[in-house]
C-alpha cells in the first residue's frame, strides 16, 4: 500500500481509501436500464475551484437501439443518483480545478479505473476490490480531449470487448482564458461478444454506439444553415474508426490519446472529410453547416455501419432494397443530420433556383457480371464515344471521372445491374440533394430517389476545390461495394489536362470471386499490381485512395531497409497548406475513405518498394522503379 500511495503521489494524484460495506451486485442487478448519456452536461457539483463527482461501477441492461429492442447485459458507469450510462457521466472543468473523484465498485468483480488525473503524458490508476470505495484527488492543469475508463479483465489494449467495454466517460479540461464554445462531445463505444461460447442466441454480437446509442436510435443533429458546429470526438473503443462527414470538410483542431492531447495551434490545423481514429484517442472538428439539406455522419468501415448490425431482427433482415427508408439500410456508428435555411422564403428559393447550366457532361453506367456460382462483379463504366458500354463490361476499378474545378457538370448515372443502388460523391461539397443517400439526401419532402435497374439519375454539380476524390455507392454497402462500386474522381484546376508525372494507387478489396486464401486486400482491384513506374529528377504527385470495405491499411515505401521521405500535398482534396509541406517519413496509416496527395521525387534511378499492410501483417509489396 504504501509503495502504490508514493508512486500515485509522484503522478500527481493522492488516493484515500474507504473500505465501504460489500454491495456487489445481486441477482436481477442486470435489469436495471441504462440510459444513455448525450454528454450535454458536466457531472458532479463545483464550489469554488473545486469539482466534486461520484462515480459508481454497475451492472445493467443497455438498449442502444431503444428500450422495445432486445438488450445486452453490461457494466458501466453511474453517478450519484445510481441511474448507469452510456457513456459515463462526463466530467468537464477549467484549468487548473482541482477534481476529486469517490469511485464506489458495486460489482462482483475487480476492476481497476484508468485516466482520473492529469493527462500530462503520465499514466495513472486506481484498483478498486468488489464493494469497495475510493477517493482520487488531483488537479487537471492539461486543457484538451480526454477519457476515463475501466477494465474488469487483462488485456494487452486499453479498453474492453465484453462486458466492460462500456466503462468510458469524456473528462474535458477547459482553457479559462478563452471562452467556452459551444460544442457537442460524441463518444465511441463498441460491445464485441467474442467469448469462445457467445452468450447470445444469435451467435456472435457486435453493438457500435454514439454517445450510447446505435443507429436508427442515434441523435439527430439539428442546424441553422450558416452555424459553427464543435465535435469532440473520442474513440472510447478498441476498434479503428475512420468518420466521414458527408457534404462538409471540417478542420481538425486536436489530436489524443488515452495519456495527453495535442492540441494544434491555427497553423498547424487541417481540413479533411474523414477523419481515421485509433483505438482509444480524440479530435477536436470544427466545421460551418454552410449546405442546406440532410447529411450523415458515420464511420466508414462497412462492418461497423451495416444493417446486419441491428438488434431488431427484423431489422436486420435487409428491407432497405424495397423501401429505401435511411432507417432501413444501416446500423451502428451513423448520425443524421439536418441543416435548415431559415431564411426568407424568397432567397431560399432564388437559391433553389439557382442556374446549374451543365458545361460538362459525362454517363455513367452501372455494371454487372457473374464471375463466380453465386458472385457477381459490379462496376462503374464511362461511356467514351457514341457507343455505351456493354451490360456486362466490368473494371476493377471503375472508370476513373476527371472534372475541372468550377465547372458545372451533369453525370448521369444508368443502372444496368440487376439490383437497385445509389451513387456517393465523396468529398465534393455539392447540394445535399446529390449527395447519395437515397430516401435522405435533399430536404423536406424531397429526397433523393433510388436508381432502379434499368433506370437513371442526373447528378448536378459543381466542383469547388480540385483535389482527388471518391465516388463509391452507399446502398448495400456490404455487397455492392465488395463487389466493386467505386472509383476514383479527380477534380482539376480550370482548364488544366491530367499530368502526366502524377499516380493514382487505389487500396480496395480484393476482387470478386477471390480464393478464400486471398490477401485481404487489392491496389486498384487487383491481387498481382503492375509495379509503379517514375522518372529520376522529376517530382511525382501520388494520389493514395484507399475504399475498401473494411480492413484499414499501413503503408510505407522503402528503399531496401530504408524508409524513404516525401511530402504530403493534400487530404482528402484539401490542399495542405505550405507551412505543412514538410519533407517526412514516408509511412502513414489509411482508414476506409481517406485520400492523401504526397509529392515523391526521386534523383536517381533505383527500385523502391511500396509495403501495405491491414492489420499489422504483410497485405503486399508492389515496386516502384525509378527510371
Known amino acids: 500500500m504504501i509503495a502504490a500511495l508514493a508512486l500515485l503521489l509522484a503522478t500527481g494524484a493522492a488516493v484515500e481509501t474507504r473500505v465501504?460495506?460489500?454491495?456487489?451486485?445481486?441477482?436481477?442487478?442486470?435489469?436495471?436500464?441504462?440510459?444513455?448519456?448525450?454528454?450535454?452536461?458536466?457531472?458532479?457539483?463545483?464550489?469554488?475551484?473545486?469539482?466534486?463527482?461520484?462515480?459508481?461501477?454497475?451492472?445493467?441492461?443497455?438498449?442502444?437501439?431503444?428500450?422495445?429492442?432486445?438488450?445486452?447485459?453490461?457494466?458501466?458507469?453511474?453517478?450519484?443518483?445510481?441511474?448507469?450510462?452510456?457513456?459515463?457521466?462526463?466530467?468537464?472543468?477549467?484549468?487548473?480545478?482541482?477534481?476529486?473523484?469517490?469511485?464506489?465498485?458495486?460489482?462482483?468483480?475487480?476492476?481497476?479505473?484508468?485516466?482520473?488525473?492529469?493527462?500530462?503524458?503520465?499514466?495513472?490508476?486506481?484498483?478498486?476490490?468488489?464493494?469497495?470505495?475510493?477517493?482520487?484527488?488531483?488537479?487537471?492543469?492539461?486543457?484538451?480531449?480526454?477519457?476515463?475508463?475501466?477494465?474488469?479483465?487483462?488485456?494487452?489494449?486499453?479498453?474492453?470487448?465484453?462486458?466492460?467495454?462500456?466503462?468510458?466517460?469524456?473528462?474535458?479540461?477547459?482553457?479559462?482564458?478563452?471562452?467556452?464554445?459551444?460544442?457537442?462531445?460524441?463518444?465511441?463505444?463498441?460491445?464485441?461478444?467474442?467469448?469462445?461460447?457467445?452468450?447470445?442466441?444469435?451467435?456472435?454480437?457486435?453493438?457500435?454506439?454514439?454517445?450510447?446509442?446505435?443507429?436508427?436510435?442515434?441523435?439527430?443533429?439539428?442546424?441553422?444553415?450558416?452555424?459553427?458546429?464543435?465535435?469532440?470526438?473520442?474513440?472510447?473503443?478498441?476498434?479503428?474508426?475512420?468518420?466521414?462527414?458527408?457534404?462538409?470538410?471540417?478542420?481538425?483542431?486536436?489530436?489524443?490519446?488515452?495519456?495527453?492531447?495535442?492540441?494544434?495551434?491555427p497553423a498547424q490545423r487541417r481540413q479533411a472529410v474523414t477523419e481515421f481514429l485509433l483505438n482509444a484517442t480524440s479530435t477536436q472538428i470544427t466545421w460551418v453547416a454552410d449546405r442546406p439539406g440532410n447529411w450523415l455522419f458515420h464511420c466508414h468501415m462497412i462492418s461497423h455501419m451495416d444493417v446486419t448490425l441491428r438488434l431488431d431482427s427484423a431489422a436486420a433482415m435487409g428491407t432497405h432494397s424495397a423501401h429505401g427508408r435511411l432507417e432501413d439500410s444501416m446500423a451502428g456508428l451513423v448520425a443524421a443530420i439536418t441543416i435548415r435555411d431559415r431564411r426568407p422564403s424568397a432567397a431560399r428559393a432564388a437559391r433553389a433556383s439557382a442556374p446549374n447550366a451543365a458545361v460538362a457532361r459525362r454517363r455513367v453506367f452501372v455494371t454487372e457480371?457473374?464471375?463466380?456460382?453465386?458472385?457477381?462483379?459490379?462496376?462503374?463504366?464511362?461511356?467514351?464515344?457514341?457507343?455505351?458500354?456493354?451490360?456486362?463490361?466490368?473494371?476493377?476499378?471503375?472508370?476513373?471521372?476527371?472534372?475541372?474545378?468550377?465547372?458545372?457538370?451533369?453525370?448521369?448515372?444508368?443502372?444496368?445491374?440487376?439490383?437497385?443502388?445509389?451513387?456517393?460523391?465523396?468529398?465534393?461539397?455539392?447540394?445535399?440533394?446529390?449527395?447519395?443517400?437515397?430516401?435522405?439526401?435533399?430536404?423536406?419532402?424531397?429526397?433523393?430517389?433510388?436508381?432502379?435497374?434499368?433506370?437513371?439519375?442526373?447528378?448536378?454539380?459543381?466542383?469547388?476545390?480540385a483535389g482527388t476524390f471518391i465516388y463509391h455507392t452507399h446502398q448495400g454497402e456490404g455487397t455492392q461495394l465488395r463487389a466493386g462500386l467505386y472509383g476514383a474522381l479527380l477534380v482539376l484546376p480550370p482548364g488544366e489536362a491530367r499530368d502526366t508525372t502524377e499516380r493514382l494507387v487505389m487500396l480496395t478489396d480484393p476482387p470478386p470471386g477471390a480464393p478464400a486464401n486471398a490477401p485481404t486486400g487489392a491496389v486498384g482491384g487487383s491481387l498481382t499490381p503492375a509495379p509503379i513506374e517514375l522518372r529520376a529528377g522529376v517530382a511525382h504527385r501520388l494520389r493514395f485512395i484507399s475504399i475498401g470495405a473494411t480492413l484499414p491499411k499501413r503503408i510505407t515505401l522503402r528503399e531496401d531497409s530504408t524508409v524513404v521521405t516525401w511530402r504530403v500535398i493534400a487530404k482528402d482534396g484539401a490542399t495542405v497548406a505550405d507551412s505543412q509541406r514538410d519533407e517526412r517519413s514516408a509511412t502513414m496509416p489509411f482508414g476506409v475513405g481517406e485520400t492523401v496527395d504526397v509529392e515523391l521525387r526521386r534523383d536517381r534511378p533505383g527500385t523502391l518498394t511500396l509495403d501495405i499492410l491491414t492489420n499489422g501483417k504483410d497485405l503486399m509489396h508492389v515496386p516502384v522503379i525509378v527510371r
Open 369 to 465: 457480371r457473374a464471375v463466380a456460382a453465386g458472385v457477381s462483379a459490379m462496376s462503374y463504366v464511362l461511356q467514351e464515344g457514341d457507343g455505351e458500354p456493354a451490360a456486362d463490361s466490368v473494371r476493377l476499378p471503375g472508370s476513373t471521372l476527371v472534372l475541372h474545378q468550377g465547372e458545372p457538370t451533369a453525370i448521369t448515372v444508368i443502372n444496368r445491374a440487376r439490383e437497385a443502388t445509389a451513387v456517393h460523391w465523396h468529398g465534393l461539397e455539392l447540394d445535399s440533394y446529390y449527395d447519395g443517400v437515397a430516401g435522405w439526401s435533399g430536404a423536406d419532402s424531397r429526397t433523393a430517389p433510388m436508381i432502379a435497374p434499368g433506370d437513371s439519375f442526373v447528378v448536378r454539380l459543381t466542383p469547388t476545390r
Open 20 to 265: 465501504a460495506p460489500p454491495t456487489p451486485a445481486g441477482p436481477g442487478t442486470a435489469s436495471v436500464s441504462v440510459q444513455p448519456n448525450d454528454n450535454r452536461k458536466a457531472a458532479g457539483h463545483r464550489m469554488g475551484g473545486t469539482t466534486d463527482v461520484t462515480l459508481q461501477l454497475r451492472e445493467g441492461t443497455w438498449h442502444p437501439e431503444g428500450e422495445r429492442v432486445r438488450g445486452v447485459p453490461i457494466f458501466a458507469f453511474a453517478e450519484d443518483d445510481g441511474v448507469p450510462h452510456i457513456p459515463g457521466p462526463m466530467i468537464r472543468v477549467d484549468a487548473g480545478a482541482e477534481v476529486r473523484v469517490t469511485l464506489r465498485n458495486t460489482l462482483r468483480k475487480r476492476a481497476v479505473v484508468h485516466g482520473l488525473h492529469d493527462h500530462d503524458g503520465r499514466a495513472d490508476s486506481v484498483v478498486l476490490g468488489a464493494g469497495e470505495t475510493r477517493e482520487v484527488r488531483f488537479r487537471a492543469t492539461t486543457v484538451g480531449t480526454h477519457f476515463y475508463w475501466a477494465r474488469t479483465t487483462v488485456s494487452a489494449r486499453p479498453i474492453g470487448t465484453g462486458e466492460d467495454s462500456q466503462l468510458v466517460g469524456a473528462f474535458v479540461v477547459d482553457d479559462p482564458s478563452h471562452p467556452r464554445a459551444a460544442d457537442r462531445v460524441l463518444v465511441i463505444s463498441v460491445f464485441d461478444d467474442t467469448v469462445p461460447a457467445p452468450r447470445f442466441p444469435a451467435g456472435h454480437l457486435q453493438v457500435f454506439a454514439l454517445n450510447g446509442r446505435s443507429w436508427p436510435r442515434t441523435e439527430r443533429y439539428d442546424y441553422a444553415l450558416g452555424d459553427t458546429v464543435r465535435w469532440r470526438l473520442i474513440n472510447g473503443s478498441n476498434h479503428v474508426h475512420p468518420m466521414h462527414l458527408h457534404g462538409h470538410f471540417f478542420t481538425v483542431g486536436s489530436k489524443g490519446t488515452a495519456w495527453s492531447d495535442t492540441v494544434y495551434a
